[in-house]
């Protein structure tokens, strides 16, 4: 499997999607991209995958990647990413297409979990890009400002509801490509408080998001994080909520995960009755993290498998999160968000529905710190509700990080 750079693998980490591509001085060649699980899982089941390069055509000349992979046949996902450089490595040349390079696959939590061949395509109509590679100087995409106008004008080239920028004109080159060898990278985590495993293919999806979300938290720094916490009710031992975070300042954290199985069913089902399914499973969760609320105001005892208690009784401060594998619009997301408003005005308890790549970025965005992050949860849940939706994005211009 290809090993990228410790540049490469610093500008994934810094995003939450995109694709890049690096050779080294063995003379290997890889296209390496940072994709949703659910994405790269159905890559794996043969979605099909165009490649895209784009351009500006006046200076300066910047240089974007894109992949199209149909993981839904009426939305695909676009994995988009103005391209930045140290050296020479980290440009697109000709040698990219037609030859089989390495193709590694990177998920949220930035570990690499999948690795094949892929081939990009040339015809007689494309190939004109190699004039183009040949012959622009390009400008490493260090300007922030500009290259997020750059990136309007990749999307509104592409077809998405953006407004293309006058001084950033689009030069566009599209290519099939072929995919095979498709192997798992079987991947662990391991920090102070815990390790864990999944296999993006083999594990059912919704206990991989689990262990996915469960291994991030507990690298927020003051905290304890436990995955299905236990609580008896009654003579019935049963499971709280997925990942329970409790914070040395009295603060819960409550995840109920929500993701849809990707199988080849899924990969051909119509985008509404996917939205639908989210939407439902939203609802429910939130009903879910209602019930976690009432048994820790209750006094209920809170315990792990190995019958430690884990919460002591106190005033605590609950943070409920719906976490999902991925937006998907939907106009039944007004009624979801009305139903988090009223359950977080009657408990005076802070709600959320976010996706994995959007929470794992936040808390990139807080260094760890549990306090910021706590913050951020309360910030968002407000903004949700201004904005009547759940796809609520925070950035910082500080990433990704800069280099000249």
Same mark, same amino acid.
């Given at each position: ?105 990177? *998920? ?43 990136? *309007? ?14 001084? &950033? ?28 495993? &999944? ?5 059912? *999806? ?58 080849? *069913? ?26 976690? &609320? ?111």
């Amino acid at each position: 499997m290809y090993i990228p750079s410790r540049f490469a693998y610093e500008v994934l980490v810094s995003e939450k999607i995109g694709v890049l591509c690096e050779s080294n001085n063995k003379g290997d060649k890889a296209i390496i991209a940072k994709l949703p699980t659910s994405t790269i899982k159905a890559i794996a089941l043969g979605a099909k995958v165009d490649f895209y390069v784009f351009t500006t055509s006046r200076k300066p000349y910047y240089l974007a990647l894109c992949m199209k992979i149909f993981d839904n046949k009426c939305s695909p996902m676009h994995a988009l990413l103005a391209q930045r450089w140290q050296n020479s490595n980290n440009i697109l040349d000709f040698s990219f297409f037609d030859s089989e390079l390495d193709f590694v696959l990177f *998920d949220e939590t930035d570990a690499s979990v999948q690795e094949s061949k892929i081939k990009i395509k040339t015809n007689f109509r494309n190939k004109r890009v190699r004039n183009v590679l040949q012959n622009m100087k390009f400008t490493s995409s260090n300007d922030y400002d500009a290259v997020n106008h750059f990136t *309007d004008s990749v999307c509104a080239d592409l077809g998405f509801n953006y407004d293309s920028h006058p001084h &950033y004109p689009i030069a566009s080159f599209k290519f099939s490509t072929e995919i095979k060898d498709i192997h798992t990278v079987k991947t662990i985590h391991v920090n102070e408080q815990s390790s864990t495993h &999944y296999d993006v293919i083999k594990d059912i *999806d919704g206990a991989r998001q689990e262990r996915q979300i469960y291994q991030s938290l507990c690298l927020m720094d003051n905290s304890k994080t436990a995955i299905s916490p236990l609580v008896t009710i009654g003579k019935k031992e049963r499971e709280l909520t997925d990942v329970l975070t409790i914070t040395q300042n009295q603060q819960l954290i409550a995840v109920e995960s929500k993701c849809l199985q990707v199988d080849k *069913d899924a990969v051909g089902k119509s985008y509404e009755r996917t939205a639908a399914s989210i939407v439902k499973h939203c609802k429910k969760a939130l009903s879910q993290l209602e019930g976690v &609320y009432k048994s820790i105001k209750r006094g209920e005892r809170i315990y792990d498998e190995h019958d430690n208690t884990l919460l002591l009784e106190g005033n605590n401060s609950f943070y409920g999160i719906v976490l999902i594998d991925e937006f998907r619009p939907s106009n039944d997301w007004e009624e979801v968000i009305n139903l988090m408003q009223s359950l977080s005005n009657t408990h005076n308890v802070c709600l959320n529905i976010i996706s994995i790549s959007e929470m794992i970025y936040t808390m990139k965005l807080c260094t760890s710190n549990t306090s910021l992050f706590i913050e951020l949860l309360e910030n968002r849940q407000q903004a949700c509700i201004d904005a009547n939706t759940i796809d609520i994005r925070f950035t910082n211009s500080s990433l990704p990080t800069m280099v000249e």
